[in-house]
């Protein structure tokens, strides 16, 4: 009871708020109350997830309006069938199969399957070496993949290792190449994030790129803290309050250059209309604030 209990995850279905749910957490609080559990709560998370609809409608027999997913998986595979799923929506929002498309989660996972297979045999391990843009990229993505896996937001999640396959391919077919370390680094994490949505494609596209099965083996891909920070952010200049510029400025920019920047600011010094400034307001990197005499009317 000490190690598997109380359970991480609740999923299921809003109809079991006033059944299941409910008599669950009764009759824990009662036995906490009598000192033979030492948790009060049965469940530590709740997931209401949606319903699957089809044209607008429940799926029932009397509508005839079911979608055999035998049929489904046989026509696009199990992976493309989860993965159509899973991308739809929020695991919350119910999803109409009427507006969703297998076919299309397919050919995603034919493009991750193409790739590992260009990069098969070559590199076999990570370097330092390797284009140093394309490793910031392949890092920010992995990031952002992580950080929408850990809020249960699966259709970001692959939207972002949907973007890190076109980055991969852009860098294979017009970049430094499949040789290119980063490029297979980046092959290997998506195959890594991709085993969580579609374990079939992700097994092949881990034996092509030559490392023994399995790929659930390798855990989650880390990325670089130094390699995803901003180094430039956006910087808002206001006249009197009011914004009148932006501008993108490196992270670690003095006050004394931001200042310089924002009197040089054309859409700033047209907002001042020939007024005196009083006051420089400067909070680096983010704002200035440039407070003129009462400007004429």
Known sequence: MRRWLPVDEYIGGREHATAHLIYARFITKVLYDMGLVPFVEPFTRLTNQGQVLMAGKAMSKTLGNLVNLQDQIAAHGPDAVRVTMLFAGPPEDDI????????????????????????????????????????????????????????????????????????????????????????REGAEALARMLSCVAPYTAEEAWERLGRPASVTEYGWPRCDPALIADDKVTCVVQVAGKVRDRFEVPVDIT?????????????????????DIT???????????????????
């Open 279 to 297: 006051d420089m307001i400067v909070r680096a990197p983010n704002l200035v604030n440039i407070v003129p005499a009462n400007l004429g009317s």
């Open 255 to 275: 006050a004394a250059a931001l200042r310089t920047l924002a009197l040089a600011s054309a859409k700033a010094t047209a907002a001042l209309r020939g007024a």
């Open 96 to 183: 109409d199969w009427a507006d969703v498309a297998p076919a299309a989660a397919a050919k995603w996972l034919a493009r991750v399957w193409r790739l590992s297979g260009d990069i098969a045999g070559l590199h076999e391990t990570y370097s330092a070496a390797g284009d140093p843009d394309l490793r910031r990229r392949v890092h920010r993505l992995i990031d952002a993949t992580t950080t929408a896996m850990d809020g249960r937001r699966f259709n970001v999640a692959i939207a972002r290792m949907m973007t890190l396959t076109a980055t991969l391919r852009k860098a294979i077919d017009g970049g430094p190449g499949a040789a290119d370390p980063v490029v």
